[in-house]
């Protein structure tokens, strides 16, 4: 099976600031790509999914994606308490969704 | 739709007794994926259907385990025997496997305990 690769965090960042999530994977044929939030004791839920090189936005969120570097990454905006959780990279590999272990994040007030 | 339906929530059992997990996916999605969270391993896939059919079981991990989808609504995940190393949370997902925008939708999950 192909990896996906998080740092495990946690990842502390100021309420307000930029918090940056980033994701390796080892597929090269992989096509599209996920980024989930998981609230500690819930199931994950998809903030955004990518499938073109370069930017997407969506709100406070952005998601970048360099498929020379087989590089993905979430940005999000104007960090909140609530945003803080368990980010899950999710790659589609022939229509199996593969994905990492999951990066913390703690927003400090 | 009131989404994928998982039960139970939780399950608290006997190493060596059997445990059976049940999904029902969202009408209309034709792809279906039991994962097994833990925290040393994160969110594994243990097997994936389509169209009822299993297509990829490598993520399973013995013999002891084993998944049956009879029909489009429904799924099950069997463990026997089940051992302590089986305790955690196991996730049902399903979705539209039609393309690149395939996003997959969870279960709550079923938090399963083996003493």
């Known amino acids: 099976q192909k990896e996906v690769e998080q740092n495990s965090g946690p990842l502390s960042v100021p309420e307000g600031a930029i918090a940056s999530l980033n994701c390796t994977y080892s597929?090269?044929?992989?096509?599209?790509f996920f980024w989930y939030r998981q609230y500690s004791g819930k199931s994950p839920e998809l903030i955004m999914f990518?499938?073109?090189?370069g930017d997407k936005e969506d709100g406070r969120f952005t998601a970048q994606l360099n498929k020379a570097s087989q590089y993905v990454s979430l940005l999000i905006r104007d960090s909140q308490p609530s945003d803080s959780a368990t980010y899950l990279c999710?790659?589609?590999?022939?229509?199996?969704?593969?994905f990492g272990k999951g990066t913390r994040l703690h927003i400090l007030p | 739709d009131a989404g994928v339906i998982q039960s139970p929530r939780h399950e608290v059992t006997e190493m060596g007794q059997e445990v059976t997990l049940r999904c029902k996916p969202i009408s209309g999605h034709n792809s279906l994926f039991w994962y097994r969270q833990t925290m040393m391993r994160g969110l594994e896939l243990l097997i994936y259907?389509?169209?009822?059919?299993?297509i990829d079981d490598s993520g399973m991990p013995e013999d002891r385990f084993s998944a049956k989808m009879p029909n489009a609504s429904f799924s099950t995940l069997k463990i026997q025997p089940s051992e302590p190393r089986d305790s955690a949370v196991y996730f049902c997902?399903?979705?539209w496997g039609g393309g690149m925008n395939t996003e997959a939708f969870f279960g709550q999950g079923t938090r399963l305990t083996v003493v």
């Open positions: 597929d090269r044929g992989s096509q599209s």
């Open positions: 259907f389509n169209n009822n059919v299993p």
């Open positions: 997902a399903s979705s």
């Open positions: 990518i499938y073109s090189n």
């Open positions: 999710a790659v589609n590999e022939d229509d199996k969704i593969i």
